[in-house]
């Protein structure tokens, strides 16, 4: 699908674009890859890494739609990861959230249709369902924006995803380099936020796969949420420094117990596959079916019972302490 195709990924620099790049030149032969994003020193440090021919870096920001329209001119396919993350700075910070996470993915649909783009796949997070706080409703917002962008395409071939996960094991934003960093420093202790709190927890080459069969096997409007297992925070604490003392400190601001991938509000219309679940629109599209119990590679799903949710802590797969130690080893 990806060789001699032009791809570009918003918020390239970041953990998942220069993995997504890294797996994207390994199996594949594009024509092009864009990096998009605002940053010129990380830039120029993922040029050192990767400066492959197909390799093109482009200085810009979601919050600039004419930028955006001329980096798409000629691209095939497109991911967007550029957003606003931190749950603690969106609370402090809302505009400048809403203008990255909301603005932005306004942006980019309409450069998308403008320059016939004909897959755009926009990354989302745990935090979007259910929100309770800034960074997960500007996402939800634009998980809805994406998602009824499929109405907007008219008669044009884009079409318009979205792929939903937990937290990644090392990402810009894990307490996993956090813990890490107190336990080198022989801090006297390691912040526990609750003694019960949960969260969904993956390798990052993991999301990468993921993102890449979605694109295989997406329809357009559908939210794609890997079976991916949970973790105690306190566990893994544990795993990473066996021997530090832990103090509860309270949940911060806009921090729930326990993350939610598909709320029971949307049991109605989620679809079980073998190893994701499929959220299908509540909204009825005008230019297709609303039928998503088989995807564009023919597997087919079934639709869960009506009181399902998938939650950190109802998930029937837990990583033991042994498996979170060896699991950080690898990352």
Known sequence: MFTNKTILITGGTGSF?????????????PKKVII?????????EMHQVFDAPCMRYFIGDVRDKDRLRRAMSGVDFV???????????????????????????ENVINAALDCGVSKVIALSTDK???????YGATKLASDKLFIAANNMAGGT??????????NVVGSRGSVVPFFEKLRNENAEFLPITHPKMTRFWLK????????????????????????????????????????????VVGIRPGEKLHEVMCPEDDAYHTFEYEDHYVIAPSITFTSRGNDFSQNAKGERGTLVDEDFEYNSSNNYDFLTVEQLIALNKQS
């Open 204 to 247: 990052l080459d993991q999301a990468i796969d993921f993102v890449f069969s979605s694109f295989y096997r997406m329809l357009g409007g559908e939210l794609f949420v890997p079976k991916i297992p949970s973790v105690r925070i306190p566990e893994l604490a544990t795993a990473i420094a066996p021997n530090m003392e832990q103090k």
């Open 79 to 105: 991911v967007h990861a550029a957003a606003l993350k931190q749950v603690p700075a969106a609370e402090y910070n809302p505009m400048e959230c809403i203008k990255t996470n909301i603005n932005g993915a």
């Open 157 to 166: 071939d884009t079409i318009f995803s979205v792929v939903r996960y937990g």
């Open 36 to 44: 998009f994003s605002r940053d010129e020193l990380k830039q120029f």
């Open 17 to 29: 674009g220069k993995k997504f790049v890294e797996v994207l030149l390994s199996r594949y032969k």
């Open 128 to 134: 979007a369902a259910n929100p309770i706080n800034l």
